[in-house]
């Protein structure tokens, strides 16, 4: 094994990815081999930073040929910004979403309403009900 190099088994366990998917997104061309240490893979240590941006995106929804074409994607592509521009606006209307669930069941956990989907707090932390004074006009609403 070259020196500095990790096998598949080391990547596995610091990516928490199953080296199944490893394999996966090798033969998909998201990550390359350094080569083979006997019948193991072998990476560089830099494919932990590659794999973190790859489970990142996952986690974001991106499938994993919209990883593949962002990881080659260059400055003068000229959808480039434009799709990036669209995805950045749909997770932030996905966070929204989140936030809101978040603090509606940070509320739930303690409220003692009798109907806690009642609750006035409950549904303002959900968004069914506009919080008073809430005015939109960020830079993002704008962008969206």
């Known amino acids: 094994m070259n020196e500095g190099s990790l096998d598949i088994a080391e990547v596995a366990r610091r990516s928490g990815l199953a080296p199944s998917a490893l394999r ?11 080569g083979r240490n006997g019948l193991r893979r072998t990476y560089h240590p830099d494919v932990l930073e590659r794999l973190e941006l790859i489970t990142c995106a996952r986690d974001a929804g991106f499938s994993v ?4 074409r962002f990881l080659v994607a260059r400055s003068g592509d000229p959808d480039l910004r434009v799709r ?4 950045a606006c749909a997770l932030d209307e996905q966070i929204g979403r989140l936030t809101r669930l978040r603090d509606s069941l ?7 309403h009798e109907s806690i989907v009642e609750c006035p707090d409950f549904k303002q932390a959900i968004g069914n009900e506009p919080a ?13």
């Open 65 to 68: 040929a919209e990883i593949g």
């Open 84 to 87: 990036m521009a669209a995805r």
């Open 132 to 144: 008073a004074g809430l005015v939109r006009s960020s830079h993002r609403d704008r962008l969206c």
């Open 106 to 112: 940070r509320h739930a956990a303690i409220c003692d």
């Open 24 to 34: 996966f997104y090798e033969k998909k061309g998201l990550i390359v081999s350094a």
